[in-house]
């Protein structure tokens, strides 16, 4: 029987390999060397560094990130200990593209300006990005993506370089992951001088990692111009946030933009396959039962002479209320943690269906690729 350290809040983990396993479970943050006595496995979120100081002298031969990001892994060292890593990329590609589109709507509310007059920039088009880019397209935004590590394996057609959809977007959404050094390197990214090229009262949304914008940077900006509106759900040294940047966002969430039922759910089913299959334990097909349904599982749109957008950011803002997030931080900043580790997830669009009468079809064509279920008209 193989031994397992895990961290006790990966989602719906508890009692399923406890007939094959002995597991431990502890919060990520208590996981220490200590803990790691005899064990063979380890199943984490980002709060458990994974570093030379954690594994050195433990027989730990399996890594399994509950997350997109392995930036608090110490691949090097695994590496040269022959320890295998695995992450769940893409697990919460439709939670952060529910974000987004809920930062959409907010900013549609807060300005009156339609989508379709807008240039969205989109950097890092992975798993995520390449979500918001359909969105963009569909909300009829003309999109800019810059993705460096694709271009070169694809091509420049298709993509703009970084200066261009800085200079020319109005909003502008990052979704790389984060990367310290290298050809890609993606650690303040966005320094002062980058996002100075940005033009006078664009949108910067941040859902990546904090570091991929310097925040020092980020404030010179902002106190020069004052014309740069943020919209953030990562931060620079999490969980002591920085309280100018807070005050200053139109927008601010304690990362969570990733956090619904569904990503959970896709990121622990990811890190017990992959675990069966290195230890030929029998869950290689399993994934969690009992997902909760949302409160308000129906969305009622009376659709008469509403324009598309209107339609699509109603059944949006049913899903997810963003500005709750918002005020939840403003009012307990020092609470960061707390808000992000005891945060009620979220269902995605695909747990919702849209009631209306005489929707349009364009409105039912973009409601559909959302994932939204559409009732037939009454």
Known sequence: MIRIVADDKIPFLKGVLEPFADITYLPGSKIS????????????????????????????????????????????????????RVSAPGCNAGAVLQYISAALSDIYAKTGISMGNLTLGIIGAGHIGKKVEILGHALGMKVLVNDPPRERREGSSGFT????????SDILTLHVPLNKTGQDKSWHLLDRDALS???????????ARGEVVDGAGLIDVLRSRKSLNLILDVWENEPSINI?????????????????????????????????????LPYKDWYPENIPDPAMKTCTIQCNDKPTEEIIFEAISHTYKIRNDDRNLRTFPENFASLRDG?????????????????????????????FFVNPAV
């Open 161 to 168: 370089s970084i200066s261009r959809v800085l200079e020319e």
């Open 343 to 371: 945060y009620s997830f979220r269902r995605e669009f695909s747990a919702y269906q849209i009631s209306h009468d005489n929707i349009c079809t364009d409105a039912m064509k973009l409601l559909l690729r959302l994932g």
């Open 244 to 280: 100018e940047l807070l005050c200053s966002a139109s927008l601010a969430t304690p990362h969570i933009a990733g956090y619904s039922w569904e990503g959970k759910a896709n990121a622990s089913a990811a890190i017990v396959r992959e675990l069966s299959l290195a230890f030929d």
């Open 197 to 207: 090229l940005m033009k006078p009262g664009a949108w910067l949304i941040n859902s």
């Open 33 to 84: 060397s200590h803990s790691l006595k005899g064990a063979d496995a380890l199943l984490i979120r980002t709060l458990t560094s994974c570093d030379e100081r954690l594994l050195k002298g433990s027989s730990v031969r399996f890594i399994g990130t509950a997350t997109i990001g392995t930036d608090h892994i110490d691949n090097e060292f695994c590496n040269k200990h022959s320890i295998t």
